[in-house]
C-alpha cells in the first residue's frame, strides 16, 4: 500500500481534491511551498504538476525562474518516484542535469513518464522532466538522479 498514492485517489473524488493533495505534500515538504505546485496527474510511473505565473516566481526580466521551474520538476518527478517505488525502496535526489529552452513567460506544467524499472536491480533512477508553457512549448528539460536504496 502506498500512502501518498492512496491518498491522491481517494481526495480525487471531491471538487477540490487536487488542491487538498498538493497543500499536503508542500505541508510535508514545506520548501515546494515556493512555487505552489499544483498536481494534474498522478500514478505509477507518470507525474504531472502545473504552477502559475505569480511574481513570487518571476525573476528580473519577467519570466519564471530558473530555479522556480527547477523546483516544478523536482516536486514532479519526487512525486512520481514515491507512487512508484516499491515499499522496501526509498529514494533521494542526487542531482539534476537541466536546459533552459527558451523563455517561460506564461503558467507552466512539468511532467514525466517512465516504465519497467527493475527497482531489485538499480540504484539510480534517471527521471526525465519536460516543463512546457501554455502554448505547449517546452521551455526547460530535466534529468533528476534519484538514489535507490533499500530501507534498512
Not at 51 to 65: A, L, P, R
Not at 98 to 119: G, R
Not at 120 to 130: A, F, G, M, Q, Y
Request: glycine fraction near 4%; include cysteine; hydrophobic fraction near 40%.
Amino acid at each position: 500500500m502506498n500512502f501518498i498514492l492512496d491518498t491522491y485517489n481517494q481526495l480525487l473524488s471531491q471538487s477540490d481534491g487536487k488542491q487538498k493533495f498538493s497543500e499536503m505534500v508542500c505541508e510535508i515538504t514545506p520548501y515546494f511551498k515556493s512555487i505552489s505546485p499544483l498536481v494534474v496527474e498522478l500514478r505509477p510511473g507518470f507525474g504531472k504538476w502545473s504552477m502559475k505565473k505569480v511574481k513570487e516566481v518571476q525573476n528580473h526580466i519577467g519570466t519564471v525562474h530558473a530555479i522556480a521551474m527547477c523546483n516544478l520538476c523536482e516536486v514532479t518527478a519526487g512525486l512520481a518516484t514515491e507512487v512508484s517505488i516499491p515499499d522496501n525502496k526509498r529514494w533521494i535526489p542526487i542531482g539534476m542535469d537541466v536546459e533552459y529552452l527558451k523563455k517561460a513567460t506564461t503558467d507552466l506544467t512539468a511532467s514525466c513518464f517512465f516504465e519497467n524499472i527493475d527497482w531489485n536491480n538499480i540504484d539510480t533512477l534517471n527521471v526525465e522532466v519536460s516543463v512546457k508553457d501554455i502554448n505547449e512549448q517546452e521551455v526547460m528539460k530535466a534529468n533528476i538522479k534519484m538514489k535507490i536504496s533499500d530501507k534498512s
